[in-house]
C-alpha cells in the first residue's frame, strides 16, 4: 500500500531499523529542534501500550509539516501511514532531525 512501511514492504530493513531506533530516541511530548538548518518544532506522542506513536512537527518560520502515526500491530512488522505526505518524507525528517540540548520552556 503506498504511504506505508512493513518489514515485508518497500523499506529496505536497515533503514527501517534505524528509523524506528531515531524515533524511539525522541521523547514524548514538545521538543524544538532542527532539521535541513532550520528550526521546528515536535510533538511525540506514545500511546500507553506502546502499539501507536504519533509524531506531528512544524517549521518554525516556515509552512512546511510533518505529521504521521506509526501502528505496531500483530504482524510481521510496523505500519507508517503518513498524513498526506510520502513515507520518504517522515523517514528523512525522523533521521535527521536534531532536538535541541535545551529544553523548550514554553510552546508558542
Sequence with gaps: MPGT???GGKTP???QATFEDALAKLPDGYVDGY???RSWGVT???SEDGKRTWLYGEERSGTDIVSFN???L???????KPCEMS?????EFVLGFEPSTAKAASRP
Design 44 to 46: 511525540v506522542k506514545r
Design 13 to 15: 530493513p536497515l533503514v
Design 35 to 37: 532539521f535541513g538548518n
Design 70 to 72: 506509526l501502528y505496531r
Design 5 to 7: 512501511m512493513t518489514a
Design 87 to 91: 513515507s520518504a518524507k517522515v523517514i
Design 74 to 80: 500483530a504482524g510481521p512488522g510496523p505500519i507508517l
